[in-house]
């Protein structure tokens, strides 16, 4: 019994260990378990109630939209962990990485570009970690000045050209297939998901960011090297904002420098909705993932039911912030 | 607990709290008390970390709603909540400081209660207000510093002016000497005594027996969250009072002496200069262990870590010799490499990660033996973190509990188990038992001894004399940041090292 234990999240006993309020009790209990059940009960909900949800066709939409987020917050997942840091700069890598495999594909073929853009992934993942874990610069500053040169670059030298892909290429043909009803993205999300959940639970480093989510301090005073838990990290973080790029220009076989606005926002919001709390050390993968299905199946039955998109930002935005405060309130039951 | 004869006052009450009872989760951490204080009177409130006394305060300064029972001031009923206890003249005086390091003394003690003018703070009546809190527990210091400039004491007696500014009925203080040394002690006890004289029912929580018997009247003994007995200070001893905290016979076997058999050079430390250190020589030999002892603000804590790296050195060399090989220690990081372990001050924001399980925390600086190929072993982190928990005596040895959830004394064990783990050739301690029990640190220091038996080097700084008089083969008294003095077990009494320790400093503030 004891082993899984030693790398499980806090149980709601433990979260609510500080307190024998009933009230503050029920909070930290719906902030770490609530997202799962408010999860099955909008999957219920929009089987029965919204039209077309449970189409195939639909269902297939919803993973392909799910996957280039889920892959992004994924890695995002990293970064909150490690320290209530976020890396707002997904904006930017995710273009830079989309845009480098269709611009470049035709000149150095796909892996070529692949392997130029995994240069531009580590180069962003270097810079945002070592200002934020050695230089001690604030991670929110960094990453959104990092995110404007990124964006700025790519704007200049493209133009806001858009690059199509050759019909039935081969990133072309990785966009349309499909494993039974399934596209292809979805199991890269899925693949993604296990290995960073292998990472962060049961290596040496995933414990280490983990560590130090929970006491820097303490972290260092181990002999850890804490800038460089920062780094892989931020490394970690570009590595899935990097594969998003590919996964998202596949699916419609076309990059531009603006494909993947308000990307850093969904991210954020998966991993919160999921319950990670952005004070650090407490969260998983798993979390990350339901809080996408989350925001994703919601904004699916929001365009379903005729809502713009307006009305789609409002609502996520709406969710974000109780998913915030409700993760701050968590944090104060138990304290009390 | 109406069975017990315990001991009443014949003094008007000020403060009472009845049959009450606290749980947090499942368990109980205050069952059934009740306490009564009266005017003039120091009450302690005595028990081992875990016995439920920082609850009991936290409930009586309204902090905690109690889950039955309550606490009433002059026979009132106090409505839940601390703005009710606060109004009705109750102040706490928190274990941890509450002060706010950027403000001022004045904004300090002043917080909550700022008097304002038209909306504006009036800061001539601040300061007025302040000084006279000040002059009230006789203390000078400017109005305008800053906290964060201050020494320990100093902010420990502007936390108790903010008490006193609010002219309390009721003044609860939580381990207020646990970061004092002897003479600053001295002074804020006599500067209680002179509180209570004035009328002032004061509630007293302290791990220190003889500053009870040198200013209680009562003392309220807890043990698990109930009352063992309420004894009159005059009618027992001290030995009596640690038999009902402990609920064992403890023998304070403080004079036996280990008989040290040192070996080799493990530490040497040459011309180190930091701030606050101003040139220190220091060795640590196989099989020692050395004290460094000496007033707050002295230099002590900044000393260790500058030697071994935590904090930067302006000059100076540090070398550990292990095995007749001989390496620099360049750099924190490099100190643990090379068998260096480090048990910080302040346990809580150092020491652990205390969200996260008492496994996780030991397996934190032995994560290269405890995983293969970067993978971590959990079924090895089980058998190795409850080995050590058992070494160290955690009670009870649940690895997977946060640690967090266990009392002081066992999470010190626990941060000196996640070093145990390495096997270190020196360990470093920083006031290795401060806020810990009376019985958890009769097992830390026992812990200690053995280590050295077996041939670890140990270097200890602590504030707390008798402790230190008890384990060290040697003790280094340091003032500002320079080594005043060396003493051998034969010539260090508590005389000898605050003569070294406070120099002329001891005339002159009593």
């Known amino acids: 019994m004891t082993h899984t234990e030693i790398i499980k999240t806090p149980t709601p006993a433990s979260i609510a260990g500080g307190s024998g309020n009933s009230a503050s009790k029920t909070v930290a209990w719906v902030a770490s378990r609530g997202i799962f059940i408010f999860t099955a009960v909008l999957l219920v909900f929009s089987a029965i109630f919204v039209n077309g949800f449970a189409s195939s066709v639909n269902i297939i939409d919803v993973f392909h939209r799910a996957s280039a987020i889920g892959i992004v917050a994924i890695g995002m997942t990293f970064v909150v962990i490690s320290a209530n840091y976020i890396d707002l700069s997904v904006v930017a890598q995710i273009a830079t990485s989309g845009v480098i495999l269709m611009a470049l594909s035709p000149t150095y073929g796909v892996l070529g570009a692949m392997a130029i853009a995994l240069f531009f992934a580590l180069l962003y993942g270097l810079v945002n970690g070592i200002s934020v874990g050695f230089l001690k610069a604030n991670a929110v500053v960094v990453t959104l000045g990092t995110t404007g040169i990124g964006a700025g670059i790519l704007s200049l030298v493209t133009g806001g050209t858009i690059y199509y892909g050759p019909t039935g290429g081969p990133i072309d043909a990785f966009g349309d297939a499909r494993v039974g009803p399934f596209p292809l993205s979805a199991f890269v999300l899925i693949i993604v998901a296990i290995v960073a959940s292998i990472v962060l639970s049961r290596t040496k480093f995933g414990f280490m960011i983990r560590s130090y989510g929970s006491n820097k301090q303490a972290t260092r005073l181990a002999g850890v090297n804490s800038g460089g838990v920062v780094v892989g990290a931020f490394v970690l973080t570009a590595l899935a904002a990097m594969i998003a790029g590919f996964v998202l220009a596949a699916y419609s076989n076309t990059a531009v420098s603006t494909m993947s606005e308000g990307y850093d926002f969904r991210a954020l919001a998966a991993v919160i909705i999921g319950g990670n709390s952005l004070f650090g050390g407490r969260g998983s993968i798993f979390r990350t993932f339901i809080g996408v299905i989350f925001i994703s199946v919601l904004s699916n039955i929001l365009v379903l039911s005729g809502f713009s998109f307006a009305w789609q930002q409002l609502v996520t935005g709406a969710v974000i912030v109780f998913a915030v405060a409700l993760d701050a309130l968590a944090r104060k039951a138990e304290k009390r | ?510």
């Open chain 2, 1 to 510: 607990m109406s069975t017990d004869p315990d001991a009443q006052t014949t003094r008007k009450i000020v403060i009472e709290a009845h049959d009450v009872v606290k749980r947090f989760g499942g368990a109980v951490a205050v069952d059934q008390v009740s306490i009564a204080v009266g005017a003039g009177e120091i009450h302690a409130v005595v028990g081992e970390n875990g016995a439920g006394k920082s609850t009991l305060m936290r409930i009586l300064a309204g902090i905690l709603t109690p889950d039955s029972g309550g606490v009433s001031v002059n026979g009132k009923l106090l409505e839940p909540g601390a703005k009710a206890s606060l109004e009705a003249g109750i102040a706490l005086v928190h274990q941890e400081l509450s002060l706010i390091p950027e403000m001022t003394v004045a904004e300090n003690i002043l917080l909550g209660v700022t008097p304002t003018k038209f909306g504006v703070i009036d800061s001539a009546r601040q300061r007025k207000i302040a000084g006279d809190a000040l002059d009230q527990i006789g203390v000078s210091v400017d109005l305008n510093e800053r906290v964060s400039r201050l020494s320990m004491a100093l902010r420990q007696f502007v936390e108790i002016a903010r008490a006193v500014a609010r002219n309390p009925r009721v003044l609860i203080l939580d381990e207020p000497t646990a970061t004092l040394t002897p003479a600053e002690t001295d002074y804020l006890l006599s500067m209680l005594q002179r509180l209570a004289a004035r009328g002032l029912a004061i509630i007293y929580i302290s791990h220190r027996i003889p500053e009870v018997f040198r200013i209680c009247e009562r003392a309220t003994i807890l043990r698990d969250g109930q009352i063992v007995e309420v004894m009159t200070i005059a009618e027992t001893t001290p030995n009596a009072v640690i038999d009902k905290m402990v609920g064992r016979e403890l023998k304070l076997d403080l004079q036996t002496r280990r008989v040290a058999d040192p070996g080799a050079v493990v530490l040497s430390a040459r011309g180190i200069r930091a701030a606050r250190v101003n040139g220190i020589d220091l060795d640590v030999r196989a099989g020692e262990i050395v004290g460094i002892g000496g007033l707050v603000g002295a230099g002590r804590s900044e000393l260790v870590r500058a030697i071994i790296g935590v904090d930067p050195r302006t000059a100076g060399t540090a070398t550990i010799t292990v095995d007749g090989e001989t390496k620099n220690i360049n750099g924190y990081g490099n100190a643990v490499r090379s068998g260096i372990a480090f048990i910080p001050e302040e346990r809580r924001t150092e020491g652990l990660a205390l969200d996260m399980t008492v496994a996780e925390n030991i397996t934190l600086p032995n994560r290269a033996a405890l995983s293969t190929g970067g993978f971590l072993q959990r079924g090895k982190i089980a058998e190795f973190a409850t080995r050590l928990a058992n070494t160290v005596g955690l009670r009870p040895p649940e690895v997977d509990r946060a640690a967090g959830e266990y009392s002081g004394g066992n999470q010190q064990k626990v941060v000196i188990a996640k070093w145990l783990g390495r096997e270190p050739k020196l360990i470093v301690l920083d006031e290795p038992t401060r806020g810990v029990d009376v019985g958890a640190k009769s097992e830390i220091h026992r812990l200690l001894r053995e280590l050295a038996d077996q041939g670890t080097a140990v270097l200890v700084v602590s504030s707390d004399l008798p402790e230190l008089l008890e384990l060290s083969d040697v003790i280094h008294v340091v003032r500002d940041g320079r080594i005043m003095g060396t003493l051998s077990p034969d010539e260090a009494n508590e005389r000898s090292v605050m003569a070294l320790a406070a120099g002329e400093r001891v005339a002159s503030s009593s």
